[in-house]
């Protein structure tokens, strides 16, 4: 994992993120931005390849709205991998393609796009996982400190963590009901055989 640009830079320009990077991806007749165009002019930058007609149907809108928060999420992705950090390095399209289809979908499913602009802690964990997704980790830390500050702001893990603590309290709840309804049962027992 290679080094990459100070964190802080990454969450001040999340931070002053323009508008029309949050404005309704396009979708049929309505909406403003057309998802695909920004990635093939992210990729264009970087010198990539275009991207595949194939690539460029999985940056459609669809009707559902997870769907939508994450192109607002690819959005912001490009916007940030926009820095000129990035153009002049021009990393793996391929890494970076990677990263919008699996890493950013996850954290849609829990996350607002606009949090990624406003909460200092979802524009840290999306920087993050941009630079996580090229391979990269913040200028001034090691792989793990890099990792192990990911694992902490991971909303994707958080909530797998409090699905698998409810799970767990909803099974001892119901083997503690179960130890009171014996107690109950053997005392009723008990009892008529007195």
């Not at 802080?8 to 165009?37: H, S």
């Not at 990269?136 to 699905?163: C, F, K, M, W, Y």
Request: net charge neutral; hydrophobic share 50%; with cysteine.
């Amino acid at each position: 994992m290679e080094a990459g640009p100070q964190l802080e830079v990454l969450t001040r320009r999340l931070a002053e993120c323009p508008p029309d990077f949050l404005a309704e991806p396009r979708r049929g007749g309505a909406g403003v931005v057309q998802v695909a165009a920004v990635v093939a002019d992210l990729l264009a930058d970087w010198s990539a390849p275009a991207l595949t007609p194939a690539q460029a149907a999985a940056f459609q809108a669809a009707a559902s709205q997870a769907k939508v928060n994450w192109l607002r999420l690819v959005l912001l992705a490009c916007w940030l991998w926009h820095d000129p950090w990035f153009v002049r390095r021009a990393p793996s399209a391929q890494a970076a393609l990677t990263c919008l289809s699996k890493d950013l979908a996850g954290l849609a499913k829990l996350v607002p796009a606009p949090q990624c602009v406003l909460d200092p802690d979802r524009r840290e964990e999306l920087a993050r996982l941009c630079l996580k997704g090229l391979g990269l980790h913040p200028e001034g830390e090691t792989p793990a400190q890099a990792q192990d500050r990911l694992n902490a702001l991971d909303s994707v893990e958080r909530q797998r963590v409090i699905e698998a603590a409810r799970s767990a309290e909803a099974r001892s709840r119901a083997v503690r009901e179960a130890m009171a309804a014996k107690a109950a049962q053997e005392a009723a027992d008990k009892w008529s055989r007195e």
